[in-house]
RNA sequence: GGACGCUUAGCUCAGUUGGUUCAGAGCAUCGCCCUUACAAGGCGGGGGUCAUAGGUUCGAAUCCUAUAGCGUCCACCA
């Protein structure tokens, strides 16, 4: 009967998806213009490495951009997900200099221009498989407006801002402490420092005092560090050393003499209550070094190495072979105290992945402080919300303890600072003006103070960080003024982790604020972290991160949308597995298979819209179904106005599998099966709109299937599902009665299941059924309903019917049901059944009443919930009586 | 050291304002079914003192306090 080659009996997502991505883009249903008429509605994606390729993590972050937009597309706004990709300084370099390195090439032997093109060619070849890999995902960004963040507009933002915020005053040079990455040789950010615990020692060694035999102790994590120590502190009311403030001590190995100086930061209690202080190698010791005004003994290389400030020994040795060695040297020299083991936290490079120095060096920073006042404003306010909003209190922390900003790589990718230096004319004179460094937008051609044409760039480029925070408006056309960016900024949601809250939102925030004078985002979204189902973060060396696109070759991109969907709960890091996405594609073949069904049965039924059947002609069924669908749409609203997903993609679920396909198809199917034409309009008719809200509603999560289907299921005049109106919910369609009604019904229905599946009653076989109720009217009305789905051949319905021997017994609400069952019954089977719903009901019984019993309960709960409490206690009562006498008859 | 989060069925997790519908879902498990959309399915069953101890309340998985375990972030001790 059925036609197979019509519609497949499974769901094959492969050609459906390919199909509507292309036929959306071609409709050009992802593009945003400006257009005053409607309200705009615009995400930003967080733009994705260059070098990268789609994680789970990133399939989580765009669904949820998905997912958003094209509900705001359906409502009717004018959307605008600009997409793009970020260049990745340090990660791109490190990347392109280890391809270098495969080819025996390396950075420093073919310069920076040649370098360059190389990463460039990198970038071409590279940049665009996350691209792809997305579109593959679905989503709709409007990619006529896809941005780099090294493109020549891109670049002119970037360097307008620094050009700016210089000339404010916020941007400036100088020489401090930095993190150094001696893998990259380059100076990174606090952020972009990792710290994990290591099993380490703790070395003690003593320092000669001068002009006396006494030692002072120290103890130190990092022995070769008193190659560059200049100082001994101790604290100034320390008893113990208070005699030796002033005095010198002499340092092994270097022989250099350097002061004993007293300070409040030196713990008494800690180690030897010494401390060797190395200003060039130590945040503490820095701070230290400035008070007292001590040397700065810089011992290592960029690369970690020693240099030359150390004895000859030591030089050129990498730092940590010349920890070893230092160690051994001052053990022969018999000046090491002690050695114990010792847990200390290092710093890692979170590129670079080793140890980072701190390290002296003259650096571009940016000042912070006046920059985070608004951005802290703005969230304290609500003006920027927080989904959740439990990472205000972690934003606010970071950004009333804002450091500056280190800004400065010492690398080749990314954008070049725009400083010039003048390297003086050829006449030698005004040496002093030229010390001021140009900052400018356009390259200078002459320097402005003594005209010389000798300039030469700085050579670092700027933190990438310092580009992707100016993405909400330099995506669009800033710093040129224009009606789009007008219009599309701010942005309405950002979804992001919250492992980059300090990179880039809180940062963000600041540079919309300072460039544009208002928030860049409205709302933003915090995502959790895809980790396996062991609770370990997805990584590549522990070989647990699944290729999101062999899942969707495997499962279709809808099932692994939805399944992922379905388990993201706000805020929560999220266990996957495959398994999840089983459960998107089983739930993805469900929806075809309903919408088969009705493809399939309705081929000669006429379809109206249900606005046009005289609602008299509605059976029970049909009520109950629209005041369902309409319940779970404005459910659906409200879940996603609060940003749950996983609450409507399970709302969306349960209504589609339970009330629809569980029960509403198997009701109609005896309508459908029958004769009567005016009932097959009416069922099918009702089925069809509820299935293209439930398409509606699902859209958004699992775009592909619901728009084939759409086109399966739509009369002539409707649109294109992704640009179809959202459904509004009818206030009109809900009903209470039909829903107590349409419940009753299933109650008997499961309960005549219960005892037919207990009794091992085979579904072949059809049994009678006696109801007895004093009010069967809605039973009696929808008998052939009740008989249908509990397999009923007499169904007799009365207040006083009789109870038939050799029946099982149910109660459902006040109401007795018999099902004759003559030989196939089991006394014992049975009488043990009705014992223990007796023993059940008379346990929840005494809890009632118990309650009842207590008069704090009666005075002062609610009048309503005690009167619940009373109704219910009756009922009880009723229904107990009802099982004990029905009991009595099994004896 | 500071901040935040988590602990509910064998597993993975929902549970928004405390009170019918609060103890739920999926997977797993057990029983019966290839019933003319779907075995990636249908029908039915079993399974939890909601981490622990106190407290608030007539009433707590839900609010408060403490404890334990797990996790994340920030600061950092030479």
């Known amino acids: 009967m059925f036609f197979e080659d019509k519609i497949s009996k499974v769901y094959d997502p492969t050609q459906v998806e390919q199909r509507w991505y292309k036929k959306w883009l071609e409709q050009g249903y992802f593009h945003g213009k400006v257009n005053p008429e409607r309200k705009p509605y615009t995400i930003v994606i967080p733009p994705p490495n260059v070098t990268g390729s789609l994680t789970i993590g990133h399939v989580l972050n765009n669904t949820i951009q998905d997912v958003l937009i094209r ?127 290591v099993e380490g020692k703790l070395w003690y060694l003593k320092y000669p005092v001068t002009q006396s035999d006494q030692f002072v102790i120290v103890a130190t994590t990092r022995p070769e560090t008193m190659l560059g120590d200049s100082a001994v502190a101790v604290h100034p009311k320390d008893e113990r050393f208070k005699h030796l403030i002033g005095e010198s001590v002499k340092l092994p190995l270097t022989d250099r003499i350097v002061p004993i100086i007293a300070d409040d930061f030196v713990d008494p209690e800690f180690g030897s209550g010494c401390v060797k202080v190395t200003p060039a190698h130590d945040p503490n010791d820095f701070q230290l070094g400035k008070r007292h005004n001590l040397d700065f003994i810089n011992i290592l290389n960029p690369d970690g190495s020693l240099n030359n400030s150390v004895p000859e020994t030591f030089r050129g040795l ?23 083991d010792y847990t200390t936290s290092i710093g890692y490079s979170e590129r670079g992945g080793v140890p980072v120095e701190p390290y002296l060096s003259e650096q571009w920073f940016m000042a912070m402080e006046e920059l985070a006042k608004p951005a802290i404003e703005a969230v304290r306010s609500q003006q920027i919300k927080f989904y959740p909003s439990h990472w205000i209190k972690t934003y606010e922390h970071w950004m009333t ?7 400065s790589r010492q690398l080749w990718w990314g954008h070049r600072i725009p400083v010039w230096y003048c390297r003086g004319n050829d006449v030698g004179q005004c040496q002093l003006e030229c010390k001021e460094p140009i900052v400018s937008v356009e390259t200078p051609e002459s320097c402005p103070a003594c005209g010389s044409k000798d300039l030469i760039q700085d050579h670092d480029v700027l933190d990438t960080w310092a ?5 909400p408006i330099g995506v669009h056309t800033w710093p040129d003024e224009s009606d789009e960016l007008d219009y599309f900024h701010p942005t309405d949601d950002l979804v992001t982790g919250p492992d980059i809250i300090f990179f880039w939102v809180a940062r963000m925030i600041m540079a919309s604020f300072e460039f544009k004078g208002e928030v860049p985002f409205r709302n933003v979204y915090f995502t959790g972290m895809v980790r396996d189902m062991k609770g370990r973060k997805m990584s590549k060396s522990l070989g647990n991160s699944p290729d999101p696109i062999g899942l969707m070759d495997k499962y279709g991109a809808d099932a692994v949308r939805f399944g992922i969907m379905l388990i993201a709960p706000q805020g929560q890091d999220i266990l996957f597995s495959e398994e999840r996405v089983e459960i998107g594609r089983n739930f993805m073949n469900k929806l075809w298979n309903v919408s088969r069904f009705l493809l399939l049965s309705g081929e000669e039924i006429e379809v109206r819209p249900v606005s046009e059947l005289n609602m008299d002609d509605l059976d029970l069924a049909d009520r109950w179904i629209l005041s369902r669908l309409n319940r779970t749409i404005s459910a659906v609203d409200e879940s996603f106005d609060a940003y749950r997903f996983n609450e409507t993609a399970k709302k969306i679920y349960d209504f589609t599998w339970s009330d629809f396909c569980d029960w509403y198809i198997e009701v109609i199917k005896s309508r459908l099966y029958g004769s009567i034409k005016a009932e097959k309009i009416i069922a099918y008719s009702v089925a069809c709109h509820v299935m293209k809200g439930i398409l509606k509603l699902l859209h958004p999560f699992a775009p592909f299937i619901t728009e084939e289907l759409w086109q399966r299921l739509k009369i002539d005049e409707e649109r294109d599902l992704i640009v179809e109106a959202w459904p509004e919910d009818t206030a009109a369609w809900i009903d209470n009665i039909s829903e107590g009604n349409f419940c009753e019904i299933q109650e008997v229905i499961t309960g005549v299941r219960t005892v037919r599946s207990e009794m091992n009653i085979p579904p072949g076989i059809r049994s009678d059924l006696f109801i007895r109720s004093d009010d069967g009217q809605s039973l009696r009305s929808n008998e052939r309903l009740i008989k249908d789905l509990a397999k009923v051949n007499d169904l007799i319905i009365r207040p006083d019917v009789e109870r ?20 196939l019954i089991d006394i014992e089977n049975e009488k043990r059944r009705l014992s223990e719903k007796i023993s059940s009901l008379d346990r929840r019984l005494s809890s009632v009443s118990a309650k009842l019993n207590n008069h704090d309960f009666v005075e002062r709960a609610p009048k309503e919930v005690v009167e619940r409490e009373r109704k219910k206690l009756g009922d009880m009562k009723e229904n107990l009586a009802k099982l004990k006498q029905n009991f009595s008859f099994l004896e």
């Open 71 to 197: 509900r705001a597309r359906m409502q009717g706004r004018e959307t605008c997900w600009v997409p793009g990709t970020d260049h990745a300084s340090i990660a791109t370099e490190t990347m392109v200099t280890k391809m270098l390195a495969q080819k025996g090439s390396d950075k420093n032997k073919i310069g920076r221009e040649e370098f360059l093109k190389h990463a460039w060619t990198w970038k071409d070849e590279y940049g665009s498989l996350i691209i792809k890999q997305l579109k593959r995902l679905g989503c709709s960004c409007d990619w006529e407006r896809e941005r780099f963040t090294m493109d020549d507009g891109y670049y002119r933002a970037v360097i307008t801002a620094f050009v700016q915020l210089y000339e404010r005053g916020l941007i400036y040079r100088g020489t401090r402490l930095v993190n150094w990455c001696p893998a990259t040789q380059s100076a990174i950010s606090d952020e972009e420092v990792n710290y994990r615990e």
């Open 318 to 340: 990498d730092r940590f072979d010349a920890r070893k060695k230092v160690v051994s040297a001052i053990d022969r020299k018999g000046v090491l105290e002690n050695t114990e």
């Open 401 to 407: 303890h804002i450091q500056d900003w280190c800004i």
């Open 467 to 471: 580009s992707s925070w100016l993405w």
């Open 804 to 823: 038939p021997s050799k029946s099982a017994t149910v109660i459902v609400g006040k109401k007795e049901l018999f099902i004759p069952m003559g030989d």
